[in-house]
Structures are given as C-alpha cells and as structure tokens.
C-alpha cells in the first residue's frame, strides 16, 4: 500500500504542477536579470536547462489514463543502488549529476566518451507520454523528455557484429550504499536487441514534467522501454556498449527464474510468485488490467515474430 506522507521536499499541491514549476523557473531566470547574467558570464547550466525544458511534446505518443502525478511517482521508486526501500529520493539526491559522461563503446567503429549535455545537443530533445508497468504490478504514466535511442545508435555507428545494446549504470560505492551489499551482481546491467533498441519506442530520457530528471528517476540519463517491465529501463547510466553475445543482465544474475532478458509484458503469463494479469496505478485506489506489450502491440509484436520458443514474458 502507497500511504501518502508530506515531507519537506514537498510544494504545496497547488505548485506540484508541471506549468506552474516551469512558469516560476522562467520567470526567476528571464527578463532583463537573465540577460545580464547571460552577457556577463556566458550561459549558466540553469540557463542552458531553461532552454531545453519543457521539450515540444510529440503528440503521437497517447494514454489511455491520467499522467501520475509527481507526488506519487516521485516519492515511490526502485533504485536498488540506493535501497531497496521505494523512499529512495534522499539517498539518491548524493549523486552527483553534473558533470556526467557517458561512454559507447564494444563493436563500434570507434568508442567515444560524450557528456550527457553534448550529447543532448545532438540529438534534440522530445516529450513523450508513456505508460510504465513494473514487474511487481504497479503502473504509473509519466511526461518523460528523451531522445529516440536510434538516435544514439546512429551516432555510435555499430558495425555489422553487433547483436545486442548493453546498458551500465554508475558504480560508486561511496555514493550508493545498495553497492555496498555484496550479494548484488553490482552494477545494473540491462541489454537490449538491435532491433529493440531501433524500435521507435526505446527511448533515452534525462527528463520529467518538463524538467531535468530528479535523482530518484535516475538522473541524468535513464531508459524508458514501455512495452517491457520496468527493470528493463536502467537508470542513470554511464555506458552503452554494442556486443555480439545477450548481456547477462543485473536481474538474472539475481534470478534468473522469475527475471529473464525479454521480459516483455503481458498479463496471461505470471510472475512464479504472482498474477501479472491487472495492475496497480500509482496515485489511486484502482487496479486496471495489464495489457500485452503494456498497450503497445501495435508497434512491437512484429519484433518478436519468429522467437516464440523464447522466454518472450519472463
Ligand atoms: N540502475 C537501476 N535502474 C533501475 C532500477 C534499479 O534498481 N537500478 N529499477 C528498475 C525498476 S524495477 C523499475 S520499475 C524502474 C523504476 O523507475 P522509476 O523509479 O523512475 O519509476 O527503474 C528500473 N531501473
Ligand atoms: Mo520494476
């Protein structure tokens, strides 16, 4: 059970929009005061932020429920790095974000480190609203800001041996005190396919709400692949790597009975401990019935075709 607490972090409920927490950011960083800082300093992280966020919403992604408010999302998370606790936003916030560099590297026509800043130069940044389905059968529907992760392909240029994607988050012991329990196959790998990661949907995200990414998200640099349970989207990263062989990835070394690397949604096929087939959405009292491919069928079925003697829902 969610149970709702205010803590000190919290606005007051008429500011915990979006509108309203991007309105104050522009009106303290606009005007006259921000030109002046501007010309004198050149452009402030703040100030280079500004204009990124809210990013132009791409109105081809649509939900069919509300978008979870960031109350609930914001305060409910799994960041194994930082407890297995869903209060995690305290603990998360000794990260430190800015500066971040991320690496590509593996079967690549040449490994490169980039700062998530550069790199978002690069690729543009979109809006998009997807729904999220964890594995333990809560959902949540957020405004995420990203990029197509086939952006980050093109730039990477893998040569024709590479199979698979393969994400990495941060390791820091001194940072993550999840780190420091040694029977976690540390760090947080997850992969993808070629064409998973290809697939329009894969998306690479620094941002929420119209704002850069909170820690607890998985600041400043996450995945967001909506048509497959949530522990497929790793969280702040620092290396994507191309490769020939399927990732072992962070939840198999765990358990690899009941977490598998497909993963994919679907409610006809449990969990060994539990049913999949409806969902509890954060911020309400309602379970809603899971959907295959968590509603996204249309886009990704096909990517699977062929592959039905795979673990596809596990
Ligand atoms: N590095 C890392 N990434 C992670 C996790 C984690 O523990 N560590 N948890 C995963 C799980 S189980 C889920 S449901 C989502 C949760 O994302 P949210 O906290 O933004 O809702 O992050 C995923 N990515
Ligand atoms: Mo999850």
Sequence with gaps: MHIKRRRGWEI???????EAVFLSRRSLLGGAAG?????????????????????KRNEAYTLDRAVTAERYSGDYNNFYEF????????????LKTNPWTIRIDGLVEKPFEID?????????????????RCVEAW??????????????????????GAKYVQFQTFMD???????????????????????????DLAFMVTGIYGKPLPNQFGAPIRLAVPWKYGFKSAKSLVKVSFVAERPKTFWEGLQSSEYGFWAN????????????ASERVLGTDQRVPTLIYNGYGEQVASLYTGLEKERLFV
């Design 12 to 18: 007051p409920e008429n500011l915990a929009t979006p």
């Design 35 to 55: 030109l002046a800082a501007a010309s004198a300093f050149g452009r402030s992280a703040a100030q280079a932020e500004d204009a990124l966020y809210p990013a």
């Design 83 to 94: 407890g297995t606790s869903k209060t995690v936003l305290p603990a998360a916030n000794a």
């Design 116 to 132: 998530v800043e550069d790199l978002v130069r690069k690729t543009g940044l979109e809006e998009r609203l997807y729904r999220h």
């Design 139 to 160: 959902s949540m529907a957020v405004a995420w800001t990203g990029f197509p992760l086939a952006k980050l392909v093109a730039l990477a240029k893998p040569t024709s």
């Design 173 to 199: 012991k001194a940072v993550a005190p999840g780190q420091r329990q040694f029977f976690y196959p540390w760090p947080y790998v997850e992969g993808l396919t070629m064409a998973e990661a290809n697939n």
């Design 265 to 276: 949604v679907n409610p006809a096929v449990p969990h060994p401990r539990w049913s999949q």
